[in-house]
């Protein structure tokens, strides 16, 4: 398959970079600083294309790495205070250039707690994930809400542009990530998030992520992952 990856230098795009070359797939890999690739700008069935997806104008540049596409895989999401929006502007601008280039099929990282984030889109959600425990619901995430209010403000207001796309969209929303090397031993759920599901691997998120490009059953789907 012909694949475009958003923020291919970020730390879950680029195992989605390496995953998809490995699957013998032909990448786009969308980055800001080329440079920050290393070998993968030599490597076969790779195209770069530069693209600050912060900036104005970004929609323009974006038609030429998603056309043709047959998927579209964002690891997009802040990093840091200085990071907080580019989860929204960026995906606003790809949905723009997919939508003007016809490509059809998007997959995008949040996170966990966003479900219970209040959005434009979603002024009141629920208060509580079905798939949480005790701890979980009265401990953990009020604090890492709290800790990481704008940066999950950020991807809920992201999710709200991806699910009124009319796009083949499917969100991926892990827990807290590791660096923990590729297991393929992880589990998902639909629409809620996974009862004792405290963590998961960068690289088993990628897995996840690309094994959902061509799963029917997951398009238009809100899938939690966890180890």
Do not use: F
């Amino acid at each position: 398959m012909r694949l475009t990856v958003l923020a291919a230098t970020g730390r879950v795009g680029r195992h989605l970079l390496a995953q998809a070359l490995e699957g013998g797939h032909e990448v786009t890999a969308v980055v800001r600083d080329p440079a920050k690739l290393g070998e993968w700008r030599e490597r076969d069935g790779v195209r770069v294309v530069p693209v600050d997806l912060s900036a104005a104008g970004a929609e323009r540049e974006l038609r030429a790495a998603v056309r043709g596409a047959d998927a579209v895989l964002s690891g997009l999401g802040p990093v840091g205070k200085a990071g907080v929006g580019v989860a929204e502007s960026g995906t606003r601008a790809v949905v723009a250039a997919m939508r003007g280039t016809g490509t059809r099929r998007l997959l995008v990282v949040s996170a966990a707690p966003v479900g219970t984030v209040p959005s434009p889109g979603r002024p009141h959600p629920p208060r509580h994930d079905p798939g949480e425990g005790p701890v979980v619901r009265h401990l953990v995430t009020p604090l890492v809400k709290r800790v990481l209010r704008a940066h999950y403000a950020d991807l809920a207001r992201m999710e709200d542009v991806v699910l009124a796309s009319g796009l083949d969209w499917t969100v991926v929303r892990p827990p807290r990530l590791t660096d923990r090397p590729l297991t393929r031993r992880y589990r998902i759920a639909y629409g809620q998030n996974l009862r004792g599901g405290a963590s998961v691997g960068r690289a088993d998120v990628a897995h996840c992520m690309l094994h959902a490009v061509d799963d029917p059953g997951t398009v238009g789907q809100v899938i939690a992952v966890a180890s």
